[in-house]
């Protein structure tokens, strides 16, 4: 079984025709030794590469259309992972390959929010890349807008919102040990100690001076500035994922606000760590919530240029034409300040998209009156 199935794959590996793989295909299906279920069971082979790849995800990476659509037909496993839980959507998307997006998202029924191992999504690999058409695909979950045009869009570098490298927490070092005992000649307070660990997401540590508390859940949601700066929002500033996540099963408001009616979801936003936006939003962040000047996370994001942070808060339905204190929409904003073409892109094609959606509703709702 083996054998064919590295028959199959190695047409594919050399981007042949979806001709020659179904020529192929019939040769071993019409083997009387071979059942039906063996011939699933040859397409879904996960091969014994460094990346246990299936046939599926290697047509997707290579854009290769056809042979995709033919292996969908064949009923295969979509949503197998491989060893780094990437499917055959987290290659197309991390490709830029918006037909095979749209193929395995509409017949393959892939599921669009699915994680790899770093929890990154479809969404967050196309528009890390800069493919636009892929990235305007995943947030049209795979449908055409007719309403968007096909000009030609440049592939930014760096576009994506660059995360900060975590501290493992299982594998801090004697050597940094040593030097948070002897780092600075003056004592250092428990808040400035707890305030490195979060800088360095460095949740042992963070724990461990935790014991020095005696109402650890009162002090950790509790505003330790004039300001009214919670644990919460300096984690979600410094991109601290393992603090954040701790914090959170910690039951921490992830709503609260400073003297400036800032939220933890806004620090994340404008500081461009999207991971940290999707934990926060799951966990029932006000996506809506406005400053002291009118601004919301979608606001801030977009005046920084934070693509991904973008991307993500238009997936979870943010609204995209509040105005701030200036009068300013997001993309009044991306165009004015001329941020990233691709952050104006995303909230034109949102726009327009949303604007088609709700006129429908009220050509619907007319003829029923």
């Known amino acids: 079984m083996k054998d064919k199935s590295s028959r199959l794959m190695n047409i594919i590996q050399r981007n042949g025709s979806l001709d020659e793989f179904k020529e192929e295909f019939d040769k071993i299906s019409q083997d009387a030794t071979i059942k039906k279920e063996e011939m699933k069971q040859i397409l879904d082979h996960q091969f014994d590469d460094a990346e ?21 037909n064949q009923k295969v496993n979509c949503e197998k992972r491989n060893i780094n839980d990437w499917t055959a959507l987290h290659f197309a998307s991390y490709k830029g390959h918006a037909n095979v997006v749209r193929l395995l998202l509409i017949l393959g029924g892939c599921s669009i929010n699915a994680q790899t191992n770093d929890g990154s999504t ?43 490298t975590a501290a493992d ?20 307070s428990l808040t400035e100690k707890l305030l490195k660990s ?59 606000k400073t003297s400036a009616d800032w939220t933890a979801l806004m620090f ?32 801030l994001a977009a005046n920084s240029s934070r693509v991904g942070c973008v991307a993500q808060l238009l997936e979870s339905r943010a609204k995209f034409n509040l105005k701030n204190a200036e009068g300013l929409t997001p993309l009044m904003i991306a165009k004015d300040r001329q941020k990233h073409y691709v952050i104006t892109c995303l909230l034109e094609q949102h726009q327009e998209h949303e604007e088609k959606w709700a006129a429908a509703v009220a050509a619907k709702r007319s003829k029923k009156e």
């Open 52 to 72: 246990k790849c299936t046939m599926l995800m290697i047509a997707s990476s290579l854009g290769n259309g056809e042979i995709v659509h033919f292996l969908i």
């Open 122 to 164: 479809g969404l967050h690999l196309s528009a890390e890349s800069g493919h636009y058409e892929a990235t305007k695909a995943m947030l049209h979950n795979g449908r055409d807008n007719p309403l968007m045009d096909n000009r030609d869009n440049p592939i930014l570098d760096n576009l994506w919102d660059t995360e900060p």
């Open 169 to 188: 927490d299982e594998s801090s070092s004697e050597e940094d040990e040593d030097k948070t005992e002897t780092e600075a000649a003056a004592p250092l």
């Open 198 to 256: 979060v800088e360095k997401n460095n949740l042992n540590e963070f724990k461990y001076l935790l014991k020095e508390v005696e109402d650890k859940d009162k002090f950790l949601n509790e505003p330790f500035t004039p300001d009214k700066f919670t644990w919460m929002m300096c984690a979600a500033r410094h991109g601290s994922t393992n603090i954040v996540k701790y914090l959170i099963e910690k039951n921490c408001d992830v709503n609260m």
């Open 268 to 299: 994340a936003s404008e500081a461009g760590h999207y991971k940290v936006v999707k934990m926060l939003l799951d966990d029932g962040a006000d996506i809506n919530a406005v400053t002291c000047d009118m601004s919301t996370s979608l606001h």
